[in-house]
Every structure is written in structure tokens, then in C-alpha cells.
């Protein structure tokens, strides 16, 4: 369209800062056009709980989407698993976790107020009222959730929502193991919620207490567990860096000794330099076989592999791969988040890659004539079994530009009236605000290739 209110030689970036004023930008950006809005809003919210809206579902989905064509269906060596999210004591007991995950709690004796004691800044002043000495001793603090399955509350009754997917995937070995006819190495995959009641969640949906992670547990040959160990930290730190997170705000860390879990002979986190700093977004764990041997110890039954073609019998060491999906999510929206101006105002685009992008496409007819409107809702027909699109008919066409731009669309495609002559239309590239003409019979396939699909 020779009349396309945009121009990209016209623009020129703006420097976005990586401090809080980024963090309130994409925040606000997040509420405004449907990403993430905070839970029970018109009760006063609920602290720490998050809904994701219209748009924050579908960039959820498409990272859960891209961890999983990664992890599974693009290997033969992975299969997948949706284990409960209520489980018995018997399994907590076995893992460790009724004994072991906990947090150190101290109360602010002036203020009331609660923390971690190991997250402290100074271990003898409330950060929230300054008082000095104010804390009370610490105790442990269990952070999984407990509930009663049935109608009536006892012991007996006694269950826990997961604070982790891993052992649904351990406690069934056998059951997949036997199913799918895999031998080690193999890995069992899983994609689900999991609750841990965090004494001080914060920073949007980086720690709440209701969230979703992404988690692979990989048997191995005991000897083969460093090998697997060095190449799945590769693996998953390069997994981000391929959908768009810029090498310099990522990094591998080793944890130190003092660090590892008792299970644990290695373990590194893929960290994202966040707004305000280095935080976690997936640890990939070597845990030996810990969990295994747990398992089959508590529960009396067999959790081991028999190699036939060497006649022995022995117990997988594990190599897991844990994210977070809304971490992950928040990252993605962090990194692409920039600024730039076009034509002296300010143009907000999420560079996101094709892959994550909530939609790939948006129908936009320059007008709501009756005239166009057939024609746009047939492009729309036509796309939708290949993509999710967004079909917009209202404002001015380079409002609804800015508003696709935010939403991370990388592309539009516009209907005009010389469509109803040349049965074409234009599409428009998001990052550099490019347009090109293409014929409707061509469209799709055209779109599928520039998408990468």
C-alpha cells in the first residue's frame, strides 16, 4: 500500500534500560492488552496469583508448544507423561519431601511481617520497617500444600498437591518403561502445574505459588550420567538463545559445592538477566539414583533396568531438565520488548520469535465497508487452519498496526479495495514495518514460509 502510515527507514530505536522501568513497562503492557492480569482483581486480588488472559494463554501454550517439539516430538529417545497433581504422604516421605523442603521462617516482631530468613540482605534489620534485632528465631517451614482427599478430614485422609512434576514421572519408570519398549538412555516428559506455598513470592509471575513447570527426567547408564549431564546443559541453554533471547543475557551456572542438593553430584541453572538480576530459568540436575533407589525402597517394588546384551541389571541415573514455563514466558516478553520511533512517536514492538508469537497472523480489512468485509473474512478462513490469527475491522489501519506490533504479531496481512480488483493483499512485516504484495491463492503457503512452519 503506497499510503502504509509506516516507514521503516523513517524509524530510529530508542535505548530500552534493563532496570524497573523496563519491568514497569512490560508489566503495564502485560495488564493492558490481555498477557496477564492479577487473580480475583475485583475482590482486591489475591496475592501472588495470576490469570493469563486472551493473549497470555495462546504465548503460554506456544512456549509449553516449543519445549514440547523440542523435548519429544522431534526426538525418539523421549516420550511423555500427565501424572496427578494430588499424591499420597507415601510418595512425599519417599522423595524427601516431607522431611526436607523447607524454608527458614522469621517473623518481624515490630511490623509483623514475614521472610525467608536466608533471603534476608541483612540478617539483623527488617527490610519492610528498619527495625533492628526485631526478628523472631527461625523455624521450618514445609512448603507444599496439604489437603484431605474425600468427605472427611483425617489423617488418613491426608493428601498434597505436588510441589514439583518429577515424581510422577519417577514412581511410574516402570509403568513407561514397559509400555513404551525404550531402553536408557530415555527420557519420560512432562508439562504441568505445581504448587509450593513461597513464604515471599514476588516479581510478577517469576515466583508465585501456583505455576507451571516443564520437566524431563533422562535414565542413563550410571557411567553415562556425566555425558548426558554436560549435553543436556548445552542443549537447554542454547533452546533460548534459538527462540530469541540474546546470548548476553543469558548464562550457564555451575552451583558451587555448598550449593547441591545431598542427591546431587552436579547441577547448573540457565539464568536470564532480569530487571533486577541474574535469576533462574531451568536447572538441569545430575541426580543419580536417588530417586530410584527411594522409591523402590519405600514402595517394595522393583524400579531397575535389566540389559539384556550385557546380562546386567542396574539402576538408571537420572539427568533432569527442570524450567519453568512462566518464567520462561516472562523472559521471552522481557528480551523482546523494545522501543523505537517512527515518525517522531514512540513505536512498542515485542520482537518475539514466530514460534512463541500468541498470534502469527492479523486480517485486517482498511475498512469495515461491506464491500471488503467478504473478502477479509475469506483470507481469515483460509489462514486460520494453518495459523492462529486475529481479525481486527476498527480504528484507523496504523492503530491497529501499533496494536499488533505490542502484541508481538510478526505479521498483517490488509485488505483493500484493490483487493477486489487484483485479489491481493498486503502484508506487513513487524520488525522492520516492510510491506509486500501477494496474491490471495498464495497467501497461505507464502505465510507458512515466511513463518518458518
Known sequence: MSDAPDAADASRPIEVPNDDTLMEKVVGLAKRRGFVFPSAEIYGGFRSTYDYGPIGVLLLRNVKDAWWRAMVQLRDDVVGLDAAILSPPAVWEASGHLRNFTDPLVDCRQCKERFRQDNLPDPTTCPNCGAKDSFT?????????????????????????????????????????????????????????????????????????????????????????????????????????ELGIPEAKLRLRAHDPDELSHYSSGTSDVEFLFPWGWGELEGIANRGDYDLTQHATHSGEKLDYFDQATNTRYTPHVIEPAAGATRAMMAFLLAAYDEELVRGEVRTVLRLHPRLAPYKVAVLPLSKKDTLTPVARDVLARLQPHVMCDYDETQAIGRRYRRQDELGTPYCVTIDFDSLEDRAVTIRERDTMAQERVPIEELAEHLRAKLGL
Open 137 to 241: 528465631e527461625a523455624r521450618q517451614f514445609n512448603l507444599m500444600f496439604k489437603t484431605h482427599a474425600g468427605p472427611i478430614e483425617s489423617d488418613a485422609a491426608v493428601a498434597y498437591l505436588r510441589p514439583e512434576t518429577a515424581q510422577g514421572m519417577f514412581i511410574n519408570f516402570s509403568n513407561v518403561l514397559n509400555a513404551s519398549r525404550k531402553k536408557p538412555p530415555f527420557g519420560i516428559a512432562q508439562v504441568g502445574k505445581s504448587f509450593r506455598n513461597e513464604i515471599t513470592p514476588g516479581n510478577f509471575v517469576f515466583r508465585t505459588r501456583e505455576f507451571e513447570q516443564m520437566e524431563m527426567e533422562y535414565f542413563v547408564p550410571p557411567e553415562e550420567a556425566l555425558r548426558w549431564y554436560e549435553y543436556w546443559c548445552r542443549a537447554r541453554h542454547d533452546w533460548y538463545v
